[in-house]
């Protein structure tokens, strides 16, 4: 049998007599990876390069961004799991340059991070007194992890103009990138201690990953003074962060696993795409990030539940941003 067979025989044992929420390693690795997911997506969305390669013209774009997490996870699946947001937001920032080195071709590097702190409670469905079992819409919250969540990001590549125009150009994007991670939480039990018998764990990683990303954007000019731009970007890992708990007490009458027991395991997603619209006014170089406003929408599909609502403000300076 596995370590992870062993640790769940070692929890069903455990709470015989009463069902636990800690039945899967999943219980600890769902709402993680959805965390872990949030901060590779808000790093991820950097600036995008210059709308025309220009031989010769360079770009700087800066882009603070701040961002809310209303809920974290809901999974209809099995065991039905859903952890919200309390108080979770978080805040990162990303710069990117640009420089055309032909008519129709661009390189560019990005640094971004985004760091996300606050609570995430929730419940695991299916676990509430036997009989009756409870789905997990019906029952209190259970656990709670708290800490912060950090992803830094480098990423550089190249753009090429698909199509150039006086009113409207295509810009498609591709490159590689390095991520480095570091996460840092606690899962406390909430709740009546007898019938959940959650454990108190420590729960951390760090590490760099590499990956790849491409992409396309639009740009059209409306009027004078505007310019918006839809786009759309995937992100590939080549691997998947890795996550570690270790056990720092038990509820009452638990002694396996012990103490000190621990494990670990992958988590976050290792393909994140990411959907965008930009709205510029010329004039300023001003960016809006608009698109940030619409992310739940598509968000809670691709991402099991996640509704995540981002705010971004970006200024560009440079012969390219003329």
Known sequence: MTMRGLALAAWLVASSGAASAFERWSVVTDPLDAATRITQLIAADAPLPMTNSQKGKWQVSIRPVYFQVSQVLRNPDGLESFFRGQGLEGAGGSALFSYAFSDKWQVYGSFSGSQMYGDIVGKYGLCGPDPPRQR???MPDIVKFDGTNRVLTFHAGLGYDLVEGKQWSIEALGGLFVQNYDSKMVMVPLGDETLYKQPYLDISGSGTLLGASAGAFVSRNLG??????????????????????????????????????GERGPAGSRIFPTLGLNLTYRPWDLTAGIGGLLTSFYSEEIYAGLKLTKFSLSWAFGPGAD
């Open 136 to 138: 997990a819409s019906d």
């Open 224 to 261: 004078k003074h505007f310019s918006v731009a839809p786009y759309a970007l995937i992100g590939f890992n080549f691997s998947l962060p890795e996550i570690g708990y270790t056990i720092k007490s038990n509820a009452a009458g638990v002694t396996e696993p012990p103490v000190g027991y």
